[in-house]
């Protein structure tokens, strides 16, 4: 089974997978990183609800906008 690059969003409920890249202006991509959306680091969609998602990320849960979670890039299988 090969590897998909689709953003954050779009990864089901419940799956884990790893961030590959961040397409956000300097201000975002600074506070996101400072979260620990950083390349490589796991995350996981805890539930998805009404505009916005729970995700895990370093043992901590953040929730985001289902704005900002498109701008996260993740790779899972």
Aim: a positive charge; hydrophobic letters at 45%.
């Amino acid at each position: 089974m090969s590897n998909k690059v689709l953003p954050l969003l779009m990864m089901p409920e419940g799956k884990e997978g790893k961030v590959s890249r961040i397409n956000a202006d300097r201000g975002l991509l600074r506070r996101l990183i400072e979260m620990g959306f950083t390349e490589n680091v796991s995350v996981k969609i805890i539930r998805s609800v009404k505009g916005s998602l729970i995700v895990g990320v370093n043992g901590c849960r953040y929730i985001l906008s289902k704005d900002i979670a498109m701008k996260i890039m993740v790779t899972f299988w």
